[in-house]
């Protein structure tokens, strides 16, 4: 008695996922099919993205790859960050030592997607150096793996940094330290980024 119960339960329930199941798969198919497919805009490009000092000036330098992104959120402002690599030639077209440095472009997070690809293509070629010194002959900065967090206004900045010195034209390499930095984040203004 007890199996004959059970086997009308199951076959009561396969005919309730047959004939109620197809409709659910159906919708779903339907609403694939009304799916917007992902877009992406290029924010950091390898060759074309200028470097951009720290303290403002400017280079015709480009990064030649960049690693480790992340996005953050504060104060109304976003800001993807990357770990840039770039590698220098010096006056004999010899090239120098590597170096990296943790990179910023900062988005208006009021900006539509439309505006975000505008301005992507329009100015996002300008990467702005956020710790080290990516350029020199006698001392460059390397910065490994920077990883953000936000709390309020502020970004912490988190990212292993080496310093590497030019001495009698071979490189030698300073131990491996943690730098944090701590920021406040403000909309930035026409010509100049916040950080």
Known sequence: MFRHFFYSAVLLLLVVMMCCGSEGAHAVQSNLKDAQMPQWADIFVPQTTLLLPRDGGTSEKKWDSFASPSLVSAGGVM???AEGH??????????????SDAVAWYIDSAWDWSTLVAEVKKDARKAQTVLGKAEGTDRLDVVLRPTTTTKGNK???LAGSSEASNVSGSWSHGGLKLKLVVGDVTKPTDNKQSG
């Open 79 to 81: 800001a993807a960050f």
């Open 86 to 99: 770039i590698s220098s030639k010096d006056e004999s077209g010899k090239s120098s030592e590597p170096s």
């Open 155 to 157: 970004v912490f900045l």
